[in-house]
């Protein structure tokens, strides 16, 4: 059996267990093993079709408690952005490699998604960028900003939070109209994302992405149950530090 088989799966189910703890979403650390195996870019499309059917599986237990105005408020936007976003990640992903890493030569695009990695890793460990947020009057062109992220790398809960935490959502609204727009993002990037080389991998890695999604399921139910047990900080600080790590690989061509 392929180690891709193997590792992918499990940590789907760790991501998956995490994201009802921390702030990150399930393809921050999914993108990186993905990318072990496949082209960056490939990697993006493959880790967006498990991101966005352990949405919808997610969105079928939150359904009655979405913030209906919140998410078009929101989300509309989001898909615009989610589309220059995602189109930007395929013109860069087709660029040159800009120089030779310890392992792989490094793109454009590598070097994008290890400083959004950066970035955002800085957040998880830092308690005062964690808890930013900004009013609600910057909702739509906040919804465009985190599309944009989103359908560039996937990276969009961190930038979702900052302009929703002020919204005056109840925290299952919150959840749930969260869940609703991650959906829409996801439903925009993939069918951009959805060129010949991903189209036939993701068709030849079925199982791989049926095993991945069904583990990122069982990720979230185990979750829940151990929410009580797991210190939201010690969460945070573990994977501010992985994400820093993989920024950091990305960027010297390892990954």
Known sequence: MDASHLLIPAVALAASLVTLISGFGLGTLLLPVFALFFPLEVAIGLTAVVHLLN?????????KDIHWSTVLRFGVPGILGAYIGARLMLLLGARDALYQGLVHPVDPLDLVIAGLM??????????????????????VPGGFVSGFFGGLSGH????????LLRSGLAKEAFIASGVAIACLVDLTRLPTY?????????QEQGPLLLASTLAAFLGAWWGKKLIPKVTMRGVQLTVGVLILAISVMLATGII
Do not use: C, H, Y
């Not at 949405?55 to 359904?63: E, I, R, S, T, Y």
């Open 55 to 63: 949405n919808l599986f997610k969105l079928g237990l939150l359904w």
């Open 156 to 163: 969009q809960g961190a930038l979702r939070s900052l302009f």
């Open 118 to 139: 950066l970035v955002f890793g800085l957040f998880e460990l830092s308690k005062t960028l964690n808890t930013l947020s900004l009013p609600a009057q910057w909702m």
């Open 194 to 202: 959805a060129t010949g080389d991903l189209i036939a991998t993701a």
